[in-house]
């Protein structure tokens, strides 16, 4: 477990500094505005249902041998960390874009 911990930990981190640095590399070589370079990469961050299907996909075909159940356990892990704090990225990503407020006030408007 410890292993499995350490090592979902580190697959996050890697995937979160992933995800945001190179949206920011790519926004930045596409020459997007600013608030896709800065806020982009948080609004990215949550996904999970086909990692758990290829994790479990792999345990299955390499069998269960405690190298992969140190892999499935680290990547479920790194999922559960992922799904825990993702959804309060993007919430800030989107407000601090402007997104959330342009969403609400065209369903706001669409309601009348």
Do not use: W
Not at 80 to 98: T, Y
């Amino acid at each position: 477990m410890q292993t499995a911990g350490l090592i979902a930990l580190l697959i996050t981190l890697g995937r979160f500094s992933g995800k945001i640095l190179g949206s920011c590399l790519g926004a930045q070589i596409s020459h997007a505005p600013q608030a896709i370079k800065k806020y982009l990469g948080m609004a990215l961050l949550p996904t999970a249902g086909v990692t758990v299907g290829l994790v479990l996909e792999a345990g299955a075909v390499f069998g269960q041998t405690s190298l992969s159940q140190v892999m499935v356990n680290a990547v479920l892990g790194s999922v559960i960390i992922n799904e825990l704090l993702s959804p309060f990225f993007v919430r800030f990503a989107l407000f601090k874009a402007g997104e959330a407020k342009r969403i609400i006030r065209d369903l706001v408007k669409g309601e009348e």
